[in-house]
């Protein structure tokens, strides 16, 4: 299983297909009005398929990717499935003592997620008295720039059996495992698979709670009510992507695959309505989609999870429950929103914080926010410190 470096180099003939696409789009008509009541506004999408048309230069994102993450690829074998070749980032910190952490992304998201993550937990400017990590950032199979399955049911236990195999390959033979969206089921397989002899502990921003039986619970808080409202307004108007990735992925791959504009609008979506009122910047956004557009399989593959996960039981914790230290961080505008005192029981929980803001994009979208409650749960003092065998994080321990 060797290591090769890797650095994104879509090729010209690439680059001019798609401009050829973009300049073929024909847009739907659109209600007045109608504002985002039944989707993506048309003036959002016109706006930003101009830019992708005239003014986005992505030999210069591509530029700014290669030479701020450290890429690599790495053959894994994975039991019944073959070889997949697995692209990733691994940035370490100067500490030789740094904690190992294996970041897992979700959908729509990419490798991308963990981009401004990386320098606050491997090299934070000014802080040394908070543990420093070395980070894998892997694209999961299918997504991105590493190899998709190529034959049918490559489950949660798969996807699981890549992270820790790619962890032992990088010699990190003890680590701790940090995800939301698809991040928290693989992670949480992972703690349930390896938990105790490899995976030491795990930290999700996606908490799952189930509605208590007991009728002693305590009253909810106005900030709980608000986090249920916003779970409720997801399951009732924004789950049709699911329903639809979950049973006939194939058939919606047709449209992603040949159109970079709903491709865009798809994506786009999902990236203003589950974030907290970030800034997303058009090169961003343009940014975040070409990852998609340019991957290795194409925007097919990464909606097949859906359907090789079981939805249905995907985004609950087996049992019986991993027994390794559990960390939750709560953001109010995730898309599925629990009281803590409903989340409590997913596992060993040993950490909880709630934040005043961010949505489903934490890392990205608050990333101090996360950064800081990984330092509390493996810091000094914290829940979790010293997990993982002679890697305190601190330089002078």
């Known amino acids: 299983m060797t290591e090769f470096p890797f650095e994104i180099s879509i090729p010209d003939e690439k680059l001019v297909l798609l401009q050829k696409k973009l300049e073929v789009t024909r847009l739907p008509d659109e209600l007045e009005d109608s504002g ?29 990717l290669n030479s701020e993450l450290p890429q690599f690829t790495r053959d894994i074998h994975v039991d019944g499935h073959g070889t997949l070749n697995i692209h990733y980032i691994h940035k370490t910190s100067e500490v030789a003592t740094a904690i190992p952490l294996l970041f897992i992304h979700g959908w729509p998201g990419s490798f991308l997620e963990a981009r401004k993550l990386l320098p606050l937990l491997t090299k934070p400017e000014g802080s040394v008295n908070v543990p420093k990590f070395h980070v894998v950032a892997m694209s999961i199979p299918g997504f991105g720039f590493s190899q998709s399955p190529r034959t049918k049911g490559f489950r949660l236990e798969q996807y699981a059996e890549v992270g820790n195999k790619l962890m032992l390959a990088l010699g990190y033979d003890e680590y701790v495992t940090q995800g939301g969206d698809w991040g928290f089921p693989i992670t949480c397989r992972i703690a349930k698979m390896y938990g ?18 007991s009728t002693t619970e305590p009253a909810l808080t106005g900030k709980e009510k ?75 593959a990464s909606l097949r999870i859906y359907f ?54 934490a890392a990205y979208e608050r990333p101090e926010y996360l950064a800081d409650d990984l330092r509390k749960m493996f810091g000094k003092g914290g829940p979790a410190f010293g997990v993982v065998s002679g890697k305190t994080g601190y330089a002078d321990l």
């Not at 989707?39 to 530029?63: A, C, F, N």
């Not at 030491?200 to 189930?210: E, R």
């Not at 109010?332 to 961010?358: A, C, Y």
């Open 36 to 64: 985002w009541a039944y989707g993506v506004p048309l003036e959002d999408v016109r706006r930003l398929l101009e830019r992708w048309k005239t003014g986005y230069d992505w030999r210069k994102h591509e530029s700014q």
């Open 196 to 213: 105790g002899t490899y995976s030491k502990a795990w930290h999700t921003n996606m908490p799952i709670g189930d509605v208590p039986e």
């Open 226 to 300: 608000a986090g249920l409202e916003r779970t409720s307004w997801f399951r009732r108007a924004s789950v049709g992507y699911l329903m639809q990735q979950s049973t006939q992925p194939q058939t919606l791959g047709y449209s992603l695959s040949d159109s970079p504009v709903g491709l865009l609008a798809w994506i786009y979506e999902k990236l203003v309505t589950w974030s907290d009122a970030y800034p997303w910047e058009d090169d961003e956004v343009l940014t975040w989609i070409s990852i998609h557009w340019f991957s290795r399989a194409g925007p097919t």
């Open 308 to 361: 090789e996960a079981d939805i249905n039981t995907a985004f609950s914790v087996p049992e019986p429950r991993p027994t390794i230290p559990l960390g939750l961080s709560h953001f109010p505008k995730d898309i599925l929103v629990f009281p803590q005192s409903w989340t409590r029981d997913m596992g060993n929980v040993v950490f909880q914080q709630e934040h005043e803001s961010g949505g489903h994009f």
